[in-house]
């Protein structure tokens, strides 16, 4: 890390103690990509971002290493908690390990960026009220009452769900086997140990299994920020 990235990680801890920081995983990638190459390496290496609990990612950085080139060790020199998903705050309900949020908004204000920093706030200004219409009028246009991006997800949590083994406590627990790893959920607490549950806010695959299970609609699960009445 360069004495800049050290000077900006400081004063991000000083001036906004709360924000959560992330790096994102493609550019990891990116950076060693030179000294990494193989369609093999660059699998296993996704593989540790989207794992979505700290068992998974361990057993994946493991594989990883097995790869040689020591990318395990340079891998360690980027802080785990900024590009792993295992290690994600469950507070914002966002997964992504990509930067394409960035870069799309980067993008979307390319004109207004080489304005002076007054012309510049009010155009961004004007562009997000202006956005903030046709989300109103795009929420109009919904099947039901959760965004279409989110019912994807849910739709697909849907099919891997339904093929797999649960077991229940006959009250709020359930335990999911999913491959060699076993997921407990609590319907109380909204929680399931795979995480993305929590990380999404949206049921996840193994929520889903034991909805289906006890006859109950996953839809009522998704968190209100994928609703209408949110925006």
């Not at 060693?32 to 068992?55: D, I, L, M, T, Y």
């Not at 097995?66 to 980027?78: M, Q, T």
């Not at 039901?144 to 093929?163: C, H, Q, V, Y």
């Not at 806010?201 to 889903?208: F, L």
Request: with cysteine; net charge neutral.
């Amino acid at each position: 890390m360069s004495d800049m990235q050290k000077g900006l990680e400081m004063a991000v801890e000083v001036l906004l103690p709360n924000a959560e920081r992330r790096m994102c995983a493609r550019h990891i990638w990116t950076n060693g990509q030179k000294r990494w190459r193989g369609e093999e390496r660059r699998k296993a290496f996704w593989r540790c971002p989207k794992a979505s609990f700290e068992v998974k990612l361990r057993d994946e950085f493991e594989y990883m290493g097995k790869f040689g080139h020591k990318i395990y060790e340079a891998l360690l020199g980027y802080n785990k908690e900024y590009w792993c998903r295992a290690l994600f705050s469950e507070r914002s309900k966002c997964d992504v390990v990509k930067n394409n949020m960035s870069e799309t908004f980067n993008s979307w204000i390319v004109d207004p960026r080489h304005k002076s920093v007054i012309s510049m706030l009010e155009d961004i200004r004007h562009k997000m009220m202006d956005r903030h219409g046709d989300m109103i009028k795009f929420a109009d246009t919904w099947i039901s009452d959760i965004s279409p991006m989110a019912r994807l997800i849910l739709e697909e949590n849907k099919e891997i769900g339904t093929a797999l083994r649960v077991n229940w406590n006959h009250d709020i627990g359930f335990e999911i086997q999913e491959g060699e790893y076993r997921h407990i959920i609590d319907m109380t607490r909204k929680t399931c140990s795979c995480r993305l549950w929590q990380l999404r806010g949206i049921p996840c695959q193994h929520a889903v299994c034991a909805l289906y299970h006890i006859g109950q609609e996953q839809e009522d699960y998704v968190e209100h920020w994928y609703k209408k009445d949110t925006l």
